[in-house]
């Protein structure tokens, strides 16, 4: 079982830049693979960006490629998400997810663990 606790939500102006962080407890996630999604009102819950614990292969969602960069620390367990150039449309609540494996999915119904999300709000 691995427990996901994410931090680091806020309200920021439009272009503006925070970091969301997933802590990892439970078991050790370095065979699992990682992800970060998101989820405004009304709509469904969408992928930003995913990482490869073993190699750190990383993937993202088109909308966030070039703004947001999602890492790991190995020794603290833990997943990042910067996110430089915050947008309007970046609204929505962040959520980390885990699955055993090394295999990447954009999907959440792919992914076997959740947090409990952080609020991300950038006003124009």
């Known amino acids: 079982q691995v427990q996901l606790v994410e931090s680091g939500g806020g309200l920021v102006q439009t272009g503006g830049s925070l970091r969301l962080s997933c802590a990892a407890s439970?078991?050790?996630?370095?065979?699992?693979?990682m992800a970060w999604f998101r989820q405004a009102p009304g709509k469904d819950r969408e992928f930003v960006a995913s990482?490869?614990?073993?190699?750190?292969?990383?993937f993202y969602a088109d909308s966030v490629k070039g703004r947001f960069t999602i890492s790991r620390d190995n020794a603290k367990n833990t997943l990042t998400l910067q996110m430089y150039n915050l947008k309007p449309e970046d609204t929505a609540v962040y959520y980390c997810?885990?699955?055993?494996?090394?295999?990447?999915?954009?999907?959440?119904?792919?992914?076997?663990?959740w947090g409990q999300g952080t609020q991300v709000t950038v006003s124009s």
């Open positions: 990482l490869r614990w073993t190699t750190a292969d990383t």
């Open positions: 439970g078991r050790a996630v370095d065979s699992y693979s």
């Open positions: 997810a885990a699955r055993p494996g090394s295999s990447i999915y954009y999907s959440p119904g792919r992914y076997d663990y």
